[in-house]
């Protein structure tokens, strides 16, 4: 199967959700904004941000009424996919919008119009589906803005949905350290050699190569032979 059931709830109904899979909120008042303890009972929760859209590490922004609007959406998305590849928060999801399946249409629509013309995925709440129904919707997502998740009941004190379990996994790493890092060849290498180490062409390669380079580099290289073969430029014959 490739879905996966879960329960969304607040933090005033949090005792309430089954066990699995659940989603919860980052921002919003008291009683909706989950705790660093709810998060730590529900390892791997997908994160909501519930208001305009100030949490760009959120895995989704909800956009109904009394949340965000359809016009701050993109603004949120865009931010959000830059905090997802950058890895700002290991573990967020590819950032996604939840809203109602009637407002599908004007959402997707304000999306574009702000220059989203893909890659939003989108959490749809339908409560006249089944979970059966709701699961068909998943498995057959496709299109610029595919259906990662869908809501398909709303109980007393949470509601049952189904999420797409690749886009459940797919989260994004802790970023590695910073560069430029300083190598040194053991013995005589080529540059073309260098380079495919690196899978990297021969210009892009030597574009890199030196500009890490400190005083002490500089001086080093002063006493590095050139070997025959060497290729260098020069403003004067």
């Known amino acids: 199967m490739t879905v996966t059931l879960a329960h969304d709830a607040i933090h005033a109904n949090i005792g309430h959700l089954p066990p699995g899979q659940a989603a919860g909120y980052t921002t919003g008042s008291s009683a909706i904004r989950w705790t660093a303890g709810d998060w730590k009972a529900h390892p791997g929760a997908v994160r909501i941000c519930q208001d305009s859209g100030s949490d760009h590490t959120a895995d989704v ?123 040194v060849t053991a013995s005589m290498t080529s540059f073309g050699a260098l380079a495919s180490s690196r899978n990297a062409t021969m210009e892009g390669f030597t574009g890199r190569a030196f500009r890490g380079y400190t005083p002490a580099d500089w001086d080093a290289l002063e006493h590095v032979n050139a070997g025959a073969g060497f290729i260098y430029y020069t403003q004067s014959p």
């Not at 919008?97 to 599908?104: E, G, I, K, W």
């Open 61 to 183: 922004l909800d956009v109904e009424s009394g949340a965000a609007t359809n016009a701050e959406a993109a603004p949120w998305f865009k931010a959000a996919v830059a905090a997802y590849h950058a890895g700002t928060r290991p573990g967020q999801r590819s950032p996604a919008v939840y809203t109602s399946a009637s407002n599908v249409t004007p959402l997707v629509n304000a999306l574009g119009a702000a220059g989203v013309k893909s890659g939003c995925g989108l959490w749809v709440a339908n409560w006249n589906l089944g979970e059966g129904s709701a699961e068909g919707d998943i498995e057959h997502a496709a299109g610029p803005f595919p259906v990662i998740g869908v809501q398909y009941a709303s109980n007393a004190f949470y509601d049952s949905d189904v999420f797409s379990r690749t886009w459940l996994h797919t989260v994004s790493a802790k970023p590695g350290p910073a560069g430029p890092f300083r190598h």
